[in-house]
């Protein structure tokens, strides 16, 4: 049995697939899933499990160069946006619609069951070598 790390399996095998400038996204429970795009789905309840948890979750698993948020979150969502720092890769902001047409090319969505706005953000992988 897997010891730490992701234990979801579906995510567990796609990060096992991920290159280098390959992206996933952390989706609120709002966001529109492009089709064709794998989305692992973890909303149980309104508010579950909240994005921070599942953020930090991904981030002890996977290597990020850079991520995209929307610019709207710092006036929308500033408690959320607060919790963005320190991060341990640059943050970029791209308008919401941008980031939405982004999420066509990640390799999975994770949708989580946050219901505040705008909280999303796009991981770009990086390498650990």
Do not use: W
């Amino acid at each position: 049995m897997k010891k730490q790390g992701i234990l979801n399996r579906e995510l567990a095998g796609i990060f096992a697939k991920i290159g280098h400038t390959d992206t996933i996204m952390i989706a609120d429970c709002g966001l529109p899933i492009p089709d064709g795009v794998t989305c692992i789905d973890l909303a149980y309840k309104m508010g579950k499990p909240s994005f921070i948890d599942i953020l930090e979750t991904v981030l002890g698993d996977f290597k990020a160069e850079k991520a995209l948020i929307a610019t709207e979150m710092d006036a929308e969502n500033a408690e959320l946006y607060s919790q963005l720092t320190p991060f341990p890769c640059p943050i970029e902001k791209v308008s919401h619609e941008q980031l939405k047409q982004k999420s066509v090319d990640a390799k999975v969505i994770i949708r989580t069951g946050e219901a505040t706005p705008y909280a999303n953000i796009l991981l770009q992988s990086g390498v650990i070598f």
